[in-house]
């Protein structure tokens, strides 16, 4: 039974790296950040560390309950100077839409699974969300527009 | 001589290297004495017709000095001017190792996904590297988020691949190093090696095998066993036994 989800669990581990890496470049990114809207800013990647970690929790947990343990594996060293919002807003909605994509890909090979199907949806549901706060955010090029529609939700 | 290079020479040779606090002094300084300091070498080194100095302002006696040890100091600042100068980093150099591979499955195109997989890293740290080689001009994106190397980019994958043969080869067929272990080494250098260099090992083991006195010369060195004499020194090592010292190494 185990060994039929060795892909499926591989992929999620995966996925699970894709969360726990962009919680990590969040943390970072938000003491890099300089400029004017610095701490509007800021607040917006601490809400990022901590649903990106909840989202690697989440994915850790349809590990365990598939009856494996997960495995972390990521090759990260962080360094850079000082950024300005824009910047690291790019930054996080390359992240951000890599993680989509990655659900998006594996979507296709849970589809009828009991569990994994609703779970990867509403992944997608909320990375599809995030992508589009930040192209607004880009768009409106102030943190704070972000951070009132982060509040009111 | 000129009068920068006598100013630098009556300076005393001084220690330990200056903080970034007195950065800024030391090289309003060194403007002053005539001498050139690029940021890409460090911030207290300094150029000069006569080599490269290290400037340090001591803030107790308020006194510029600076380190003339020439010799010592050319050799390892050029090393260092050239490898902070070396915009090809390790990653940069696989990622686009990794996009040549990939690619060449599928007309040149690689997704974010297998070029992350290929890599065993996330499709998030890719795409973030991806936008270091496409500011630099080596790398192509479409609207689908396809990647492809730039004319640079491919010329580039081909001058690394082109070193890495170099290398393990003059590894492999010359110093004998075991096939596995050269082609770990020839990636650790391949994006490092300057041209120069890699010409040169090319030339030398076409020397190797040009006729039939070299290709004995090659023969016995594969039979050579080097044993060092108890005295330590030799016309290799200079005073310090470099045998002795590879073994200490971790």
Redesign the interface.
């Known amino acids: 039974m185990r060994h039929e989800h060795v892909d499926i669990v591989d992929e999620l581990n995966r996925l699970m790296a894709e969360e726990a890496e962009a919680c990590l470049r969040y943390f970072q990114l938000r003491y890099r950040l300089r400029g004017i809207d610095r701490h509007a800013a800021e607040e917006f990647f601490e809400n990022g560390v901590k649903e990106t970690l909840e989202h690697a929790e989440a994915i850790a947990n349809q590990i365990r309950a598939l009856g494996h343990i997960p495995r972390l594996r990521i090759e990260l060293s962080l360094g850079g100077g000082p950024i300005g919002f824009q910047d690291a807003l790019a930054e996080a909605l390359d992240v951000e839409q890599q993680a989509l994509d990655a659900y998006k890909d594996f979507l296709p090979r849970v589809v009828g699974h009991p569990v994994l199907e609703d779970f990867i949806r509403r992944q997608i549901a909320i990375e599809t969300e995030h992508v589009q706060e930040i192209v607004d955010t880009v768009r409106a090029g102030s943190p704070l527009k972000l951070l009132d529609k982060l509040n009111r939700s | 001589m000129t009068a920068a290079h006598m100013d630098l020479r009556s300076l005393r040779r001084c220690r330990p290297p200056p903080t970034m606090q007195n950065v800024g002094r030391i090289r309003r300084s060194a403007r002053d004495m005539g001498l050139s300091g690029p940021r890409s070498i460090s911030p207290s080194v300094f150029q000069h017709e006569a080599g490269f100095f290290l400037l340090v302002r001591d803030s107790s006696t308020q006194s510029l000095t600076c380190q003339t040890d020439v010799p010592y100091a050319k050799h390892d600042m050029e090393t260092w001017k050239e490898f902070e100068a070396n915009e090809l980093t390790h990653s940069a150099a696989h990622h686009l190792l990794a996009i040549h591979a990939v690619g060449s499955k599928y007309g040149g195109w690689a997704r ?2 297998d070029i992350a997989r290929q890599l ?9 590297n991806l ?1 270091a080689l496409k500011k630099r001009g080596w790398v192509n994106t479409d609207e689908h ?1 396809m990647v492809a190397l730039s004319p640079e980019g491919t010329k580039i994958v081909q001058v690394i691949l082109a070193k890495r043969v170099v290398v393990k080869s003059f590894l492999v067929n010359v110093l004998g190093v075991p096939e596995p272990r050269a082609e770990i080494d020839s990636c650790k250098v391949e994006h490092l090696l300057s041209d120069e260099s890699g010409h040169r090992l090319v030339q030398f083991m076409r020397f190797l095998s040009s006729d039939p006195i070299t290709k004995k010369v090659l023969t016995r060195f594969r039979t050579f066993e080097c044993e060092c004499p108890d005295s330590r020194a030799c016309d290799v090592c200079h005073g310090r036994c470099l045998m002795d010292e590879l073994d200490r190494a971790i």
């Open positions: 974010v996904s065993d890293v996330t499709r998030g740290s890719v795409s973030i936008r988020h």
